[in-house]
């Protein structure tokens, strides 16, 4: 077995990183794929897939996933062109909406970064997995 990937001491891992670092600036893929980082565990996968449906059919995408908090929930930050905000009942010109997912009740709230809605949580809301109500899912399904 050749497991030589912890040899590195934190010292010389440091001075690699950072010379490495001043001499190539990272490509914009490198910068697009390190934003969008964190994926829901395996179990949670159609729970991810859920948020991804019901974004992207109004032009939204996961910006970014952060890891779960003391209770379980993760919160998803979405842009793209998903606004919609429940507070005001529109779409926001400019701030972003995220919402915050227990993937083990199934449950999400909507939160958005607009200053007016900072106290502003939307009611809680079922992630229903039936295929039957995922526009894409007779062309996924289809071999
Ligand atoms: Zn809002």
């Known amino acids: 077995m050749c497991s030589s990937s912890a040899s590195t001491s934190p010292e010389q891992l440091t001075v690699l990183t950072s ?11 490198e910068v697009v794929k390190d934003d969008s980082n964190y ?14 449906t019901k974004v992207g059919a109004f032009g939204g995408r996961i910006r970014k996933i952060w890891p779960p908090d003391l209770q379980g929930r993760y919160t998803f930050e979405i842009s ?20 915050i997912v227990d993937p083990i ?5 909507q939160k958005c970064h607009d ?11 079922h992630i229903d997995n039936d295929p039957r109500t995922l526009p894409n899912s007779r062309e996924n399904n289809s071999k």
């Open 39 to 52: 994926h829901l565990p395996d179990e949670y996968v159609d729970i991810e897939q859920f948020i991804t």
């Open 105 to 109: 009740k199934k449950t999400y709230i």
């Open 19 to 29: 010379e490495t670092y001043a001499e190539t600036l990272p490509s914009y893929s």
């Open 80 to 99: 793209g062109s998903y606004r919609y905000c429940e507070n005001v009942q529109r779409n926001h010109k400019q701030n972003k909406i995220y919402f």
């Open 115 to 125: 200053s007016e809605c900072y106290r502003f949580q939307s009611t809680l809301k």
